[in-house]
């Protein structure tokens, strides 16, 4: 099975500030990579797909990039509806993965 | 618009059995893989099953294989997963969400608890 490790679990981060997060995948996996943002009590919203695309409706503060194993979530200046949980996922082969979270909290 | 409405949860004992739905709208059912996502209280996400357009071919997590099985009926446009032998840490909100994993349901809370 595909591990795939998030970093970090948690910050803090202050409005206007450059987020990245990552995550490594155990093995190749191509660009089978996606990003999504969980609020408290909320599903989940899927904000890059093929790891470098953008999700319609989303905004162009977020970033995907990587291929292979490392692939990073980028958002360029963070702003108060920003505070989430972000899960990257591997769906290149099953089972699929998702990384552990990483919570986005406000400094 | 598409929709994904799940129900069928609730508390079930140690042991027990449940049976999910998925009901879908707004798409063609038919066209598209469709999988199971869960999420203990407090915890990430979990990937559960996945089943393909017609039926015919299904995966699933080590955790539940064995245990659970995942369908569908496309003539009623519905997905389903079948859960036995329950276990406490089977407890989560279980979603479905189609293949892109650009639409998910609203989640239904399943407790395995005596």
């Known amino acids: 099975d595909i591990q795939m490790t998030q970093s970090p679990s948690a910050m803090s981060a202050s409005v206007g500030d450059r987020v990245t997060i990552t995550c490594r995948a155990s093995q190749g996996i191509s660009n089978y990579l996606a990003w999504f943002q969980q609020k408290p009590g909320k599903v989940p919203k899927r904000l890059i797909y093929?790891?470098?695309s953008l999700q319609s409706g989303v905004p162009s503060r977020f970033s995907g990039s990587g291929s292979g194993t490392e692939f990073t979530l980028t958002i360029s200046s963070l702003q108060p509806e920003d505070f989430a949980t972000y899960y990257c996922?591997?769906?290149?082969?099953?089972?699929?993965?998702f990384g552990g979270g990483t919570k986005v909290e406000i400094k | 618009e598409v929709q994904l409405v799940e129900s069928g949860g609730g508390l079930v004992q140690p042991g027990g059995s449940l049976r999910l739905s998925c009901a879908a709208s707004g798409f063609t059912f038919s066209s598209y893989w469709m999988h199971w996502v869960r999420q203990a209280p407090g915890k990430g996400l979990v990937w559960v099953s996945r089943i393909n357009s017609d039926g015919s071919s299904t995966s699933y997590a080590d955790s539940v294989k064995g245990r659970f099985t995942i369908s569908r009926d496309n003539a009623k446009n519905t997905l389903y997963l079948q859960m036995n032998s329950l276990r406490a840490e089977d407890t989560a909100v279980y979603y479905c969400a189609r293949d892109d994993f650009n639409y998910w349901g609203q989640g239904t809370l399943v407790t395995v608890s005596s």
């Open positions: 093929a790891s470098s």
């Open positions: 996922l591997q769906h290149n082969s099953y089972p699929h993965t």
